[in-house]
T-cell receptor, first 110, second 113 residues
């Protein structure tokens, strides 16, 4: 079983729509959680960290469910510029290594 | 976050040759990481490079194939040796942030013919 699993999508949504997707992780000792955004032919960039209480950054909301071992990302009022691959990234306690999901592709159409 | 640069940004190489990729950070960092991202796939950690010690390689990666240097706290190199077409990939360096996140360089796109 992969350490981090994501629905690859693609999620094709119109501008202004809300899109949400999840990521599951296998190791219950995981401690830190992140969403990264990767544009085509670019490096991954940190979108947001995911906190236990859930957190919001503008149109982006991240949630963590430790009991079911998943995290989610919700994008409200989608913009064309939100089109990208979103990587779910998990870090175990006492370990500097990151485990990456394969990514969820989101395409926002006009 | 740190500003990270990589050289070259891309290269096309012949089978059997070697390529050295440079990673420069604008601040001193203890840990630097080297990743590979093959087409259509996510990132795979190759090794962790600490200044003043041997790099630590992940399963499936060996020093003879991917020698790494870390001469100081702002610089590292990764060499891809005796290349084959299967080494065609994007190679990324990264540094660790304050909360276990990592920040990535722009990547080196390698094509091996």
């Amino acid at each position: 079983r992969k350490e981090v699993e994501q629905d690859p999508g693609p999620f094709n949504v119109p501008e202004g729509a809300t899109v949400a997707f999840n990521c599951t992780y296998s190791n219950s000792a995981s401690q830190s959680f992140f969403w990264y955004r990767q544009d085509c032919r670019k490096e991954p960039k940190l979108l947001m960290s995911v906190y236990s209480s859930g957190n919001e950054d503008g149109r982006f909301t991240a949630q963590l469910n430790r009991a079911s071992q998943y995290i989610s990302l919700l994008i409200r009022d989608s913009k064309l510029s939100d089109s990208a691959t979103y990587l779910c990234v998990v870090n175990m306690a006492n370990d500097y290594k990151l485990s990456f999901g394969a990514g969820t592709t989101v395409t926002v159409r006009a | 976050s740190a500003v990270i640069s990589q050289k070259p940004s891309r290269d096309i190489c012949q089978r059997g040759t070697s390529l050295t990729i440079q990673c420069q950070v604008d601040s001193q960092v203890t840990m630097m990481f080297w990743y590979r991202q093959q087409p259509g796939q996510s990132l795979t950690l190759i090794a962790t490079a600490n200044q003043g010690s041997e790099a630590t390689y992940e399963s499936g990666f060996v020093i003879d194939k991917f020698p790494i240097s870390r001469p100081n706290l702002t610089f590292s190199t990764l060499t891809v040796s005796n290349m084959s077409p299967e080494d065609s990939s994007i190679y990324l360096c990264s540094v660790r942030g304050d909360y276990n996140e990592q920040f990535f360089g722009p990547g080196t796109r390698l094509t091996v013919l």
